[in-house]
């Protein structure tokens, strides 16, 4: 599975448009989160910080909770940007709820702050880092380990 060129636009400018949204008055820490359906509909997802520090919600997971409040399961990327010079990866809650609900061969392409788009080709893809869904979370957990077969308790 792969991002069409437009699609990895698409999706790298909606992460960076969904962390000039991100409410962290307390880490600093900016993070959004894009993830693009199918149909090239994008659902953008900031960190939303909170006083009492475990109320807090990633942009990932404020990404996905939006799309499939709204009815949205299927996806075929996600991009995550935060205020760092370099690809951050999710989180390991984040990594579970994106294994949730996204296909282990999906694309997840972790943006450095300082990507451009119009930077040439070599220096563009080295701002990028391009993993699956697998990648961040091998040997993973998902919801069809549910329905295997049990021994006796």
């Known amino acids: 599975m792969s991002l069409s060129p437009e699609e990895r636009a ?3 400018k ?3 448009e969904a962390r000039d949204m991100a409410y962290c008055p307390y880490s600093k820490f900016r993070v959004g989160a894009a993830l693009i359906t199918p149909e090239g509909e994008v659902i953008k997802g900031a960190n939303i910080e909170n006083a009492s520090y475990g109320g807090t919600i ?3 997971r404020t990404a996905l909770v939006k799309a499939v409040s709204d009815g949205k399961k299927s996806f075929i990327g996600l991009a995550v940007v935060t205020d ?4 951050l990866s999710p989180c390991g809650i984040c990594r579970q709820v994106i294994r949730e609900f996204c296909g282990l061969k999906m694309p997840v392409l972790l943006v450095a702050s300082d990507y451009a788009a119009d930077a040439d080709e070599r220096e563009g893809k ?3 880092l391009e993993i699956t869904v697998e990648g961040l979370l091998p040997h993973s957990f998902g919801p069809e380990h ?3 077969p049990r021994g006796a308790a």
Do not use: G, R, T, W
């Open 10 to 12: 698409k999706v790298i």
């Open 146 to 148: 549910l329905e295997l």
């Open 14 to 16: 909606a992460a960076f």
């Open 84 to 87: 760092v010079h370099e690809p």
């Open 126 to 128: 080295a701002k990028i």
């Open 58 to 60: 990633c942009a990932e």
